[in-house]
Nanobody, 116 residues
Framework: QVQLVESGGGLVQAGGSVRLSCAAS????????MGWYRQAPGKQRELVAT???????NYADSVQGRHTISRDNAKNTVYLQMNSLKPEDTAVYYC??????????WGQGTQVTVSS
């Protein structure tokens, strides 16, 4: 089993910044892709950004250039630095980890609210 603990959410003004962290623990032999997704009220969960074990990144068009995903493989931790936040960034942000075995795990989610 893999446990994911997210932190860093909260209330921030438009134009501000927030950094999310997600630490994985448990029976982890090898993590492949780590990523962040978000779900706004009344909307489906959507991809924000992913990063592979080799450091390749992928971003949603809506956050490209504003948010940066990174990871510390030694700590099994993934980060999401969110800058120039907009009210439309308001959502619950979920961490997702995919192991090389193919198994995937989700975090419990952390709320980010951007006030205008």
């Amino acid at each position: 089993q893999v446990q994911l603990v997210e932190s860093g959410g909260g209330l921030v003004q438009a134009g501000g910044s927030v950094r999310l962290s997600c630490a994985a623990s448990g029976t982890i032999f090898s993590i492949n892709t780590m990523g962040w997704y978000r779900q706004a009220p009344g909307k489906q969960r959507e991809l924000v950004a992913t990063i592979t074990s080799g450091g390749s990144t992928n971003y949603a068009d809506s956050v490209q250039g504003r948010h940066t995903i990174s990871r510390d493989n030694a700590k099994n931790t993934v980060y999401l630095q969110m800058n120039s936040l907009k009210p439309e960034d308001t959502a619950v942000y979920y961490c997702r980890v995919r192991l090389r075995s193919g198994d995937a795990y989700w975090g419990q989610g952390t709320q980010v609210t951007v006030s205008s």
